[in-house]
Structure formats: C-alpha cells, structure tokens
C-alpha cells in the first residue's frame, strides 16, 4: 500500500499533538509541519522526523491530506488553498470565523472531490462513542464544560473555543431543527465572551441548556440527558456514565427512586486525538464520509454564531446601545 502523504499546517499546541499522531502512523508519511514562525515548525519537524517548513506553497501539490490547525482567522484562505488543488483536510474547529466562509469551503470541496472533515474531538471520547447505542430522542439536555484559565484559544470566545464542542454533540443527539436561541454571556479577562450561556429550543420539543467557561475555578465537562424512559448523565473528564431506566413497574425496597434500575459504567479514557486522525486517514484512503463532516462543522458553527448575535444583543440593551 501506498504511503498517505500528509502535513500539519500549524505547529503550536494543539498542532504537535497532530504532528505525533501522524508521524506514528503506518502507511502515512508525514511530509512536513508548516508554521509561520519558523523555530516552532522546526521543533516540531525535529520531534517526529519531518521537514520545517514556513510557506504552504512547497506542499500545495506534495500532499494528499493535511491537518489545518492555525488560528481560526487563518482557516478559510489556508483551508481553500489546499482545496483548490483536491486535497483533503481535517480543519479544527470552528471551521470558519464566518458562515459564507464555510460554505464557500464546502462548495470548493465538492467541485474538486475532496473531504472536509471537521475536528470536533469529543466525538471520539469513548463515553460519547458508547452513548449512540443509549441516547433516543432527548426531550431535555444540560451541559456544563467549565475551564481554568488557559492562554489559548482566546482568540476567539468561549462560545466558538468551548461551547461549540457540546453544542456539535447536541446537534448529534437532537437531529432536529433549532427554533429559538436565548443567550447571555461576558468578558471577564479577555476581550472575548469568556463565561456563556445559552438554551436552545428544538423544533421537535427537546430543550437544551448549555454552558461553558474558561475563567473556572475549576474544569468540569459534564452533560445530562433526559428522555422518556431514562435519565443519563456522563462526565467527560471521568469517563463515567450513569444510565436511570424504569424497570417496567418492578420496585424493591432497596431502590433508590423506586421502579428505577441505576446502571453505572466507567469507560477507558482512549486516545480521541488519536482516533479522530485514524478516522481521517480512513475516510481519506477508502473515499467514506467523514465521521463529523464540513456540513456538521457548518450547523455547530451557524449556532455559536447565533448565540454569539444574541450575546451581542443582550450586551447592547444593557449598555443603552
């Protein structure tokens, strides 16, 4: 078999990890890492065995499929550079700053035959994984993904840095439609939103309220689900999930919410990155939808952008703008 040719474009924190996984990867030679600031690229390159590079252009038509991990105000001209010629992409999330931009994406995508694949990593946590087989037609869902401080990502608000990973998940679940938005959220550090809320109501009925920050005390990444027959809880840093289901009218004396049985599951933590990357290269040499496509990117992205209007909104009224 052919070696997959690829390259990470973007050597910083998130964008070595990538570098890693690749350079590890039977049947994929990992061509080169590509930053602007060339004592990072070449750290990287020197880490897993690759080639420095500081211009995209030399790898324009050198790869089959690249890893776009630069700041989110660089992914639409770094990600159409490469689409313009049909090479694949995994772009972290968010996709895009803007709507059009991922749309445009999209279109030059499926005019040259490429795949877009959209880096929402919590997808392949393990707990996530196992819940396809658990979750059915939520009606109510709560989220919580809390966060110290950390310098980085700050270049864009907590909405599109950390909300949008469970409103992708959301999404996921739901399968229906967004009806209404209503959200509040502020800068505390940053110059960005840094503590946000937001509750989404469904066309089907389901109601979800979400929440996420990065000025926490503590990190917390937690999400429950109600629906007709159970309650689910799963904490994400834990990889725990608590499943309450009816026994079909069973009750014994011992229960704890009578006619419930409690099923508590622990799941291995993995390797996310890991997988996400595998699935890429998977999708890419057989030619499969990805498993979170530039579409699913696209509607994650369409509702950060939507609570972010409505933060906006909120902020001018009480500003008397």
Known sequence: MTDLRVAVIGAGYLGRFHAQKYAAMPDVELVGVMDIQRSQAEAVAAEVGSTAYTDITPLLTAVDAVSIVVPTAAHFETSRSFLDRGVDLLIEKPMTSTLDEADRLIEIAEANGAIIQVGHLERFN???????DIVRNPRFIESHRLSTFKNRGTDVSVVLDLMIHDIDII?????????EIHAAGIPVITEEIDIA??????ANGCVANVTASRISAKNQRKIRLFQSDAYVSVDFASHDITIIKKEGGHQNPGDLIPGMAIDQRCFTKGDALDDELKSFVKAVRHRLAPEVTGEMGRDALKIALSIMGQIEKSSAKLLGL
């Not at 999404?171 to 009806?179: G, H, P, T």
């Open 126 to 132: 393990s707990a996530v994984v196992a819940l396809e």
């Open 197 to 202: 809320n937001a509750r989404l109501e469904f």
């Open 171 to 179: 999404l996921n679940f739901v399968r229906s439609e967004v009806a």
